[in-house]
């Protein structure tokens, strides 16, 4: 296991190990709404100066996300609370940011503390439904991470297409300049040369004329062969 494995699950356990620390504390749990309200501001003021680490972000993001609802969830009941879905899109939107080891491993230490709390069927069926919908998290957040690789695969190749676009495009427009100027020019003066020769036959030997006229004749279905292709391209 890589260390950016290690150190997303520190931080994300840290955020539980805080949250009961905070709560058992009889003098900072009263000031848990203000602590949930600093970790929104923080939230986004990380975002805001995030500059070149996004690893690092991604940590914290996590963190915050993960104690701003187990805090939630400590405030109004824990496996009793009425906001315990919360810890379901937690779960969601961590597949989303980290490995899926590191959401597995995080939801089997939140499970073992959840089955610690039950005092009630209610509980109990709390703790396993998010026993139950950890798969599916970890189903989705790969997916989902299939699916931006794979937008990105296309942006590249949209990007890889338009330049190719752009090469035969300009590739075409040599093509046309070539066989409008430089080859029709140099296939001319051969046509011109060898007409005005075999205009002169008299003077010629039997075998300087037919490859003459071989010359000559090559000559046409080479400038013939010009236009055919300057044809095309333009259409």
């Known amino acids: 296991m890589s260390a950016q494995f290690f150190l997303h699950l520190g931080f994300l356990l840290s955020a539980v190990l805080f949250t009961f620390f905070w709560t058992k504390n009889p003098t900072l749990s009263p000031y848990t709404l203000q602590l949930i309200a600093a970790l929104v501001i923080f939230?986004?003021?990380?975002?805001?100066?995030?500059?070149?680490k996004p690893r690092l972000t991604l940590a914290i993001d996590g963190l915050i996300l993960s104690l701003t609802t187990l805090l939630l969830l400590s405030q109004t009941g824990g496996l009793s609370s009425p906001l315990f879905f919360l810890i379901y899109i937690l779960l969601f939107g961590l597949s989303l940011l980290f490995d899926p080891l590191v959401i597995l491993a995080f939801a089997l230490f939140?499970?073992?503390?959840?089955?610690?709390?039950?005092?009630?069927?209610?509980?109990?069926?709390?703790?396993?439904?998010?026993?139950?919908?950890?798969?599916?998290?970890?189903?989705?957040?790969?997916?989902?991470?299939?699916?931006?690789?794979?937008?990105?695969?296309?942006?590249i190749l949209r990007k890889e297409s338009g330049k190719l676009a752009r090469e035969v495009s300009q590739q075409e427009e040599d093509t046309l300049l070539f066989l409008s100027l430089s080859f029709k020019e140099e296939v001319v003066k051969i046509l011109d040369s060898s007409a005005t020769l075999l205009s002169d036959i008299g003077r010629l030997t039997l075998f300087q004329k037919?490859?003459?006229?071989?010359?000559?004749?090559?000559?046409?279905?080479?400038?013939?062969?010009?236009e055919k292709l300057k044809e095309k391209i333009e259409g």
């Open 43 to 52: 939230y986004f003021l990380n975002h805001f100066f995030k500059g070149k």
């Open 110 to 155: 939140l499970c073992l503390l959840f089955f610690k709390e039950v005092a009630n069927l209610n509980n109990l069926l709390q703790a396993i439904g998010f026993l139950l919908i950890t798969p599916l998290a970890l189903l989705f957040g790969k997916q989902y991470l299939k699916v931006l690789e794979d937008e990105k695969k296309i942006k």
């Open 210 to 226: 037919e490859n003459l006229q071989k010359i000559h004749k090559s000559a046409k279905n080479l400038l013939s062969f010009g």
